[in-house]
Protein backbone atom coordinates (compact mmCIF):
# COMPACT_ATOMS: atom_id res chain seq x y z
CA UNK A 1 0.00 0.00 0.00
CA UNK A 2 0.84 3.58 -0.80
CA UNK A 3 0.23 6.47 1.09
CA UNK A 4 0.32 10.00 0.30
CA UNK A 5 3.12 10.82 -1.49
CA UNK A 6 3.59 7.81 -2.76
CA UNK A 7 5.62 6.54 0.50
CA UNK A 8 5.36 3.06 1.48
CA UNK A 9 2.89 2.33 4.33
CA UNK A 10 3.63 0.50 7.43
CA UNK A 11 1.42 -2.55 7.94
CA UNK A 12 -0.56 -2.73 11.00
CA UNK A 13 0.71 -5.91 13.14
CA UNK A 14 -1.45 -6.02 15.91
CA UNK A 15 -3.83 -3.57 18.12
CA UNK A 16 -5.70 -3.42 20.95
CA UNK A 17 -9.03 -1.79 21.84
CA UNK A 18 -9.54 -0.01 25.88
CA UNK A 19 -11.74 2.35 27.36
CA UNK A 20 -10.65 5.61 28.20
CA UNK A 21 -13.42 6.14 30.70
CA UNK A 22 -12.37 10.55 31.20
CA UNK A 23 -12.21 10.37 27.52
CA UNK A 24 -15.77 8.38 27.36
CA UNK A 25 -14.11 7.06 24.15
CA UNK A 26 -12.59 3.82 23.04
CA UNK A 27 -8.77 3.80 22.36
CA UNK A 28 -7.53 1.90 19.14
CA UNK A 29 -3.94 1.74 19.55
CA UNK A 30 -2.32 -0.17 16.66
CA UNK A 31 1.66 -0.74 16.20
CA UNK A 32 3.06 -1.78 12.91
CA UNK A 33 5.51 -4.07 11.14
CA UNK A 34 8.07 -1.35 12.41
CA UNK A 35 7.46 -1.29 15.82
CA UNK A 36 5.65 2.41 15.37
CA UNK A 37 2.46 2.94 17.21
CA UNK A 38 -0.82 5.10 17.06
CA UNK A 39 -3.66 5.91 19.43
CA UNK A 40 -6.93 6.48 17.62
CA UNK A 41 -10.23 7.66 19.21
CA UNK A 42 -13.67 5.92 18.34
CA UNK A 43 -16.45 7.87 19.78
CA UNK A 44 -19.92 6.26 20.60
CA UNK A 45 -21.43 7.51 17.58
CA UNK A 46 -18.85 5.92 15.40
CA UNK A 47 -18.90 2.39 17.02
CA UNK A 48 -22.73 2.49 17.02
CA UNK A 49 -22.34 2.93 12.99
CA UNK A 50 -19.32 0.49 13.00
CA UNK A 51 -21.25 -2.38 15.06
CA UNK A 52 -24.18 -1.90 13.14
CA UNK A 53 -22.55 -2.57 9.64
CA UNK A 54 -19.68 -4.93 10.72
CA UNK A 55 -21.71 -7.23 13.20
CA UNK A 56 -23.97 -8.52 10.32
CA UNK A 57 -21.34 -8.86 7.99
CA UNK A 58 -19.40 -11.00 10.05
CA UNK A 59 -23.06 -12.62 10.66
CA UNK A 60 -23.10 -13.41 6.87
CA UNK A 61 -19.42 -14.97 6.42
CA UNK A 62 -20.11 -18.30 7.31
CA UNK A 63 -20.87 -18.44 3.96
CA UNK A 64 -23.64 -21.23 3.67
CA UNK A 65 -27.57 -20.78 4.32
CA UNK A 66 -28.44 -21.28 7.97
CA UNK A 67 -32.29 -22.17 8.78
CA UNK A 68 -33.44 -19.08 10.65
CA UNK A 69 -34.57 -21.85 14.00
CA UNK A 70 -30.78 -22.51 13.99
CA UNK A 71 -28.91 -18.90 13.28
CA UNK A 72 -28.14 -18.10 16.71
CA UNK A 73 -26.74 -21.57 18.29
CA UNK A 74 -24.76 -21.64 15.13
CA UNK A 75 -23.37 -17.80 15.29
CA UNK A 76 -22.88 -18.38 19.30
CA UNK A 77 -20.66 -21.32 18.71
CA UNK A 78 -18.72 -19.57 16.11
CA UNK A 79 -18.34 -17.12 18.54
CA UNK A 80 -17.22 -19.37 20.87
CA UNK A 81 -14.67 -20.70 18.41
CA UNK A 82 -13.19 -17.83 18.02
CA UNK A 83 -12.56 -16.66 21.31
CA UNK A 84 -10.80 -19.73 21.89
CA UNK A 85 -7.62 -18.70 20.91
CA UNK A 86 -8.00 -14.74 21.86
CA UNK A 87 -6.16 -12.82 24.32
CA UNK A 88 -2.75 -14.64 23.92
CA UNK A 89 -0.58 -11.84 22.88
CA UNK A 90 0.19 -8.83 25.02
CA UNK A 91 -2.20 -5.18 24.34
CA UNK A 92 -0.54 -2.61 22.61
CA UNK A 93 1.18 0.26 24.32
CA UNK A 94 1.34 3.37 22.88
CA UNK A 95 4.67 5.19 22.84
CA UNK A 96 5.67 8.83 23.46
CA UNK A 97 5.08 10.43 20.38
CA UNK A 98 2.31 8.29 18.71
CA UNK A 99 0.19 9.37 16.17
CA UNK A 100 -3.31 10.20 17.40
CA UNK A 101 -6.31 11.15 16.02
CA UNK A 102 -10.43 10.99 15.81
CA UNK A 103 -11.59 7.91 13.58
CA UNK A 104 -14.56 9.84 11.33
CA UNK A 105 -14.74 7.39 9.33
CA UNK A 106 -14.33 3.59 9.13
CA UNK A 107 -14.58 1.26 6.15
CA UNK A 108 -15.61 -1.85 5.84
CA UNK A 109 -14.61 -3.95 2.90
CA UNK A 110 -14.67 -8.07 2.40
CA UNK A 111 -11.83 -9.72 1.55
CA UNK A 112 -11.31 -13.65 0.41
CA UNK A 113 -9.58 -14.46 3.96
CA UNK A 114 -12.04 -12.09 6.23
CA UNK A 115 -12.44 -8.22 6.14
CA UNK A 116 -10.50 -5.19 6.11
CA UNK A 117 -11.25 -1.84 8.33
CA UNK A 118 -9.86 1.27 7.25
CA UNK A 119 -9.97 4.16 9.84
CA UNK A 120 -10.38 7.00 8.53
CA UNK A 121 -8.79 10.40 10.37
CA UNK A 122 -7.34 14.01 10.26
CA UNK A 123 -6.73 15.04 6.81
CA UNK A 124 -7.72 12.36 4.92
CA UNK A 125 -5.07 9.58 6.55
CA UNK A 126 -6.52 6.17 7.01
CA UNK A 127 -5.34 3.35 8.34
CA UNK A 128 -6.23 -0.63 6.85
CA UNK A 129 -6.40 -3.23 9.43
CA UNK A 130 -6.86 -6.70 8.22
CA UNK A 131 -8.91 -9.07 9.56
CA UNK A 132 -9.67 -12.84 9.42
CA UNK A 133 -13.07 -13.98 10.01
CA UNK A 134 -12.28 -14.74 13.77
CA UNK A 135 -10.25 -12.21 14.25
CA UNK A 136 -13.12 -9.74 13.31
CA UNK A 137 -15.52 -11.66 16.44
CA UNK A 138 -13.36 -11.19 19.17
CA UNK A 139 -13.02 -7.85 17.66
CA UNK A 140 -16.54 -7.46 17.92
CA UNK A 141 -16.71 -8.96 21.48
CA UNK A 142 -13.97 -6.81 22.50
CA UNK A 143 -16.45 -3.73 21.79
CA UNK A 144 -19.08 -5.12 23.16
CA UNK A 145 -17.33 -5.75 26.73
CA UNK A 146 -15.90 -1.98 26.16
CA UNK A 147 -19.54 -0.96 25.84
CA UNK A 148 -20.63 -3.01 28.84
CA UNK A 149 -17.95 -1.33 31.17
CA UNK A 150 -18.87 2.19 29.29
CA UNK A 151 -22.35 1.95 30.07
CA UNK A 152 -23.56 2.55 26.21
CA UNK A 153 -26.95 1.49 25.03
CA UNK A 154 -26.34 -2.30 23.64
CA UNK A 155 -29.58 -2.09 21.83
CA UNK A 156 -27.27 -2.31 18.43
CA UNK A 157 -26.22 -5.52 19.44
CA UNK A 158 -27.34 -8.97 18.12
CA UNK A 159 -28.19 -11.83 20.42
CA UNK A 160 -25.00 -14.24 19.75
CA UNK A 161 -22.88 -11.57 20.91
CA UNK A 162 -24.80 -9.91 23.67
CA UNK A 163 -27.55 -12.92 25.23
CA UNK A 164 -25.38 -15.96 23.37
CA UNK A 165 -27.84 -19.10 24.13
CA UNK A 166 -26.48 -21.40 26.94
CA UNK A 167 -25.41 -24.71 25.89
CA UNK A 168 -26.77 -27.50 28.36
CA UNK A 169 -23.78 -29.62 30.24
CA UNK A 170 -22.98 -33.08 29.03
CA UNK A 171 -23.61 -34.56 32.40
CA UNK A 172 -23.59 -38.30 31.08
CA UNK A 173 -22.55 -40.44 27.61
CA UNK A 174 -23.94 -43.90 27.28
Known sequence: ARGAGGQAMSEIQKF????????????LD????GGATMRLWLTQRLC?????????AVQKSLGAEIPPQHEAAVQA?????AMQDFGK???VQ???????????????????AGFTLAFEFGQRRSVP??????????TLAVIYQLYVAAGWPLDVWPGWIADPPQTAPIAALN
Open 77 to 81: FEQAA
Open 89 to 91: VAG
Open 16 to 27: SLVYDPAEDRIA
Open 48 to 56: RGLVGAFAP
Open 30 to 33: TEDD
Open 129 to 138: IGLGVAQARQ
Open 94 to 112: PKAGSTVGLVHTVHITPTT
